[in-house]
């Protein structure tokens, strides 16, 4: 379980006690963005050193049993992640070129970079569910290589899920299959969920067998099957094998926009199915 310091955001809480120090816990309070119905606690029992008629005591008997279960309970959805970045290095990660770099917690593109190049995963997926927070600048363009062998453009010899910034003019044009979220080449994703560029958006792909789903801020805009999808031909009628690999690494595909991706964890599938 990942350790972290127990936060209270907006708390919106109300203590009343009794001459016996029952106390009631009213509305709703919110620790380590965990949140907690109403909680009564009658009777208390004796803190040493307190009076049971001292107003502290109720409040810290009600502080650590909040504090306690935020700290032993795993966020919702997040069973079986493991992280992808430590937020300092590039530990877990196998560079081709200096495309990239560590930047204020975040993986960064580097446009000053000379030796381009994808940043690739040490180990190869095959299953899973990523989950991923990324940030574009006016005019973005990037890639995220799944299933791919470690030559050749992820978009053809793996599969590449789009980055993007769709409100760029110079992209009003482009084909369908080529906006933010698509599987470039194959299936065109939903337009019209990203945040204004500047803004952390959040991202998952989950790829299951065949089946490949992603969903933008919440919203799921791309739930394919990819061998329908391409059958009897892909929709930029390109050759594209990587659809037929069962596994392979995850990249971001350095295409020299100052794209910033954090908060990168994943679950294994293949185990499960």
């Known amino acids: 379980m990942k350790q972290a310091a127990v936060h209270w955001i907006a708390p919106i809480w109300r203590?009343?006690?009794?001459?016996?120090?029952?106390?009631r816990v009213s509305s709703v309070t919110s620790?380590?963005?965990?949140?907690?119905?109403?909680?009564?606690?009658?009777?208390?029992?004796?803190?040493?050193?307190?009076?049971?008629?001292?107003?502290?005591?109720?409040?810290?008997?009600?502080?650590?049993?909040?504090?306690?279960?935020?700290?032993?309970a795993e966020p919702a959805g997040e069973a079986g992640f493991t992280s992808l970045f430590?937020?300092?290095?590039l530990a877990g990660w196998r560079a081709m070129?200096?495309?990239?770099i560590v930047k204020d917690g975040a993986i960064a593109c580097n446009p000053k970079g000379k030796g381009g190049g994808n940043l690739y995963t040490e180990k190869e997926y095959a299953d899973f569910h990523l989950k991923f927070e990324f940030k574009l600048v006016p005019g973005a363009n990037n890639g995220i290589g799944i299933r791919t062998p470690l030559e050749g453009d992820a978009?053809?010899?793996?599969?590449?899920?789009?980055?993007?910034?769709?409100t760029a003019p110079g992209y009003a044009n482009l084909k369908p299959y080529q906006?933010?979220?698509s599987i470039y080449g194959v299936v065109a994703a939903k337009k019209g969920h990203q945040k204004?560029?500047?803004d952390w958006n959040t991202q998952e792909i989950i790829c299951k067998g065949k089946q490949v789903t992603i969903i933008l801020n919440g919203v799921t805009i791309v739930d394919a099957d990819i061998e329908k999808a391409s059958t009897p031909k892909t929709a930029d009628g390109g050759n594209h094998p990587g659809l037929k690999r069962d596994g392979g690494y995850i990249c971001f595909c350095g295409h020299g926009s100052p794209v910033e991706f954090r908060n990168l964890r994943i679950k294994d599938l293949s185990v499960t199915k």
């Open 15 to 23: 203590l009343t006690a009794s001459r016996h120090s029952a106390i």
């Open 31 to 72: 620790v380590a963005n965990l949140r907690f119905p109403s909680i009564r606690t009658d009777p208390l029992p004796p803190i040493p050193g307190l009076p049971m008629t001292h107003p502290l005591s109720a409040f810290s008997f009600a502080f650590i049993t909040l504090a306690s279960v935020a700290l032993a």
């Open 86 to 89: 430590d937020g300092k290095s």
């Open 97 to 100: 070129g200096d495309s990239y």
């Open 155 to 166: 978009a053809y010899v793996g599969m590449e899920i789009q980055v993007l910034d769709d």
């Open 179 to 181: 906006f933010h979220g």
């Open 196 to 198: 204004p560029v500047g």
